[in-house]
């Protein structure tokens, strides 16, 4: 999987591709890119899927790990743009009544402001 990180007006959105397979190079991209970003005193954490094919049980548990993170420091994490095959997957394991998971990136991120 890669990871990008970009800021969009004070939320960091990180654009994620490929596959979230899990693994040590996963888990350093990821939980690590999103703790970094926490210590540099990020609060919203938006994850664009648009880009990634497939998640498996691994990459579902990082995104939870992720998660936790940000509500330890009263953070939100936001995710969007999955396509229908990972969406599916967030609706069977009810991710999608957890985390917010919008259809475009200006949905989730107008949805910060709220």
């Known amino acids: 999987m890669d990871m990008t990180k970009r800021d969009r007006n004070g939320v960091v959105v990180f654009d994620l591709e490929g596959e979230l397979r ?6 350093a991209a ?7 970003a926490v210590e ?3 609060r ?3 994850l664009n899927l648009s880009g990634l094919k497939w998640i498996n049980s691994t990459g579902l ?3 939870v790990a ?5 509500r330890e420091v009263d953070g939100d994490l936001k995710m969007c743009e999955a396509n229908e095959r990972i969406a599916h997957i967030f609706t069977t394991t009810r991710f999608d009544k957890v ?3 919008y259809p475009s990136e200006e949905e989730a991120l ?3 402001a709220g």
């Open 22 to 27: 899990g693994g040590p190079v996963d888990d």
């Open 30 to 36: 990821f939980k690590g890119g999103v703790q970094q």
């Open 40 to 42: 540099e005193g990020a």
């Open 44 to 46: 919203h954490v938006l």
């Open 61 to 63: 548990g990082f995104i």
């Open 66 to 70: 992720v998660y936790h993170t940000m």
């Open 99 to 101: 985390i917010g998971i």
């Open 110 to 112: 107008s949805s910060f």
